[in-house]
């Protein structure tokens, strides 16, 4: 058995797979970034080792640092986790070459399966169907719009490295085609370092299903059943579960022994997923399916298979990884139950799912018998641009899927997490969906129907802000009996005394109506009585509380600048940046003429592109920052000409 495991990743699954290693018995090594100095995974760990600055490129995604670290504290298996270098093949090639234990494949099955256009290969010549599509080796625009024309529109360009949903990018006509490639091209090369993609045709309406398989090395294979992974946006995905609902005992069996036959057709060791799309969203046996790719990989959603089999998914890795076979043969894997996960991620569904960065001022969850967390944050932890937006994952554990469902949904509700934007809200009225409860899905439900998905009642937000209000404005007043000489604030001598009150509600400037009832009674905007003393929030050090509206936590907070110069003039005659991160890409020079709409830079952040786009018809007169610069939320990019007389003076 292993004795000393370095985990080179971070955050959740160094985590939990901290906590299969003690379990077995095995000494623990985390690595972290300048970001991560005081990270959950750090502490958690029996040591850790420093590998750089807080940017993955220059930490995470080092293998000359992954393996000095292992060899420092002298650990015979390095770990990779998913997502970073859990699929670059060049590590288990260096741990190879430095007498140090790969817990995955090695590098030759790796770059067999782990590239999707090779996978496809031999996907094609083990008879398995795939996509129609180009995985070719040349990259070139012309021969790639060509493929892409040949194949008939709609298709997908998708990053032939990786995974996760990034590099990936629907074409829906030919003339959107070269503007889509470059910014697949660019996010492939940012988040796996490589840059080549694939184009495939489009599957209508269809259900995402992936295969989990193992491999030992003694040349056994086995599968532990299918995940359902249909619920996602941005083609990354948001809800999984196990087993599919409506799969049919005939197609789990073709798809399920697909898998196994092209995993054991390279000699694969360890834990991967095949993954298919079956189309049409109905999973009969007739229904037809298409294998898309390979993880040679642990994923994001094991926990869901680990919860109907019972069994420990990094248990297994570690154990073949330490030459053992596999623990189970497949005739001894079963099922039981039903469990389904839901990310829980710091971002804003209603802003087109933006990454939220800062401070997680309070995490509070609840875990039992009938739900699971998975998570590598705690209270005070920050949430930095340069990770995955993804903070913690919460699982579902039932006999049966409502049950599931029900659960998971509990556990939500009763998540407190205050400081940051998350998808909390969203994830719950996406379990209520009608067609998820029906568990007729597909992998455009969330795309379709995003709108009523964040839609929030404007009563009933305005009666939530009035909360929170009603505590800023007690504070604010200093007293709790009716003595207008004692207030702290100015006063009216006279019946329901009124105010206009400028606030912040999450960072932006809103004025509220605010008459007096009585001393601890008010209205705001004419929606109320708000009593004081009966409402319960989380008071931040900052001033700030929490108010909660139609499920949505939001920070109101007093302004501590003239609101009437928060944007410097029109917000038609600047971009600025939408969030902390790096200024991967500027579009226009200053003079450049440019036309509502133009692109004028990207900013990355979180492994996502943010695309600023003109406001208005103008003229650049200065961009404000530098391609490859870190940038942090309302930094000034770029000025149009009638805002550079306001900015130039500062």
Known sequence: MLKTLLIANRGEIACRIIRTARAMGIKTVAVYSDADAKALHVRAADVAVHIGPSPATDSYLRIDKIIAAAKEMGADAVHPGYGFLSENADLPEACLQAGIAFVGPTAAAMRALGGKAAAKEIAIKAGVPVVPGYQGAAQDLRTLKAEALRIGYPVMIKAVAGGGGRGMRLVEAEAAFADHLDSAQ??????????????????????????????????????????????????????????????????????????????????????????????????????????????????????????????????????????????????????????????????????????????????????????????????GAEVSPFYDSMIAKLIGIGADRASAINHLGNGLDELELLGLKTNSAFLQRLLEHPRVLAGAMDTGLIARDLNGLTHIDAERLKYGLGDGMAVLLSTMRGRKDDDPWSSADAFQLGPRRQQRIPALVDGVPQTFAVTWIEPDCLTIDGVGPHHVGESVFSTLASGSVYAFADGVRYAVSWPTHDLDDIADGSSLDVIRAPINGRLARVFVAAGAPVAKGDKIAVVEAMKMEHVLLSPRDGMIERIAASEGAQVTQGALIAALAEAAQVLGKS
């Open 186 to 379: 660019r996010e492939a090369s940012s988040a796996f370092g490589n840059a080549a993609v694939l184009v495939e045709k489009v599957v209508i309406a269809p259900r995402h299903i992936e295969v989990q398989v193992f491999g030992d090395t003694h040349g056994n294979v086995v599968h532990l059943f299918e995940r359902d992974c249909t619920l996602q946006r941005r083609n990354q995905k948001v809800v999984e579960e196990a087993p599919a609902p409506g799969m049919s005992a005939e197609l789990r069996e073709k798809m399920c022994g697909a898998a196994v036959k092209l995993a054991r057709s390279v000699g694969y060791t360890g834990a991967g997923t095949v993954e298919f799309l079956v189309e049409g969203g109905k999973l009969s046996a007739d229904a037809p399916w298409y294998f898309i790719e390979m993880n040679t990989r642990l994923q994001v959603e094991h926990p869901v298979t680990e919860e109907i089999t019972g069994l420990d998914l990094v248990e297994w890795q570690l154990r073949v990884a330490a030459g053992e076979r596999l623990p189970k043969s497949q005739a001894d894997i079963t099922m039981k139950g039903h469990a389904i996960e839901a990310r829980l991620c710091a971002e804003d569904p209603a802003q087109g799912f933006m990454p939220s960065v800062g401070r997680i001022e309070r995490f509070s969850a609840s875990p039992s018998d009938v739900l699971r967390l998975e998570t590598g944050i705690e209270s």
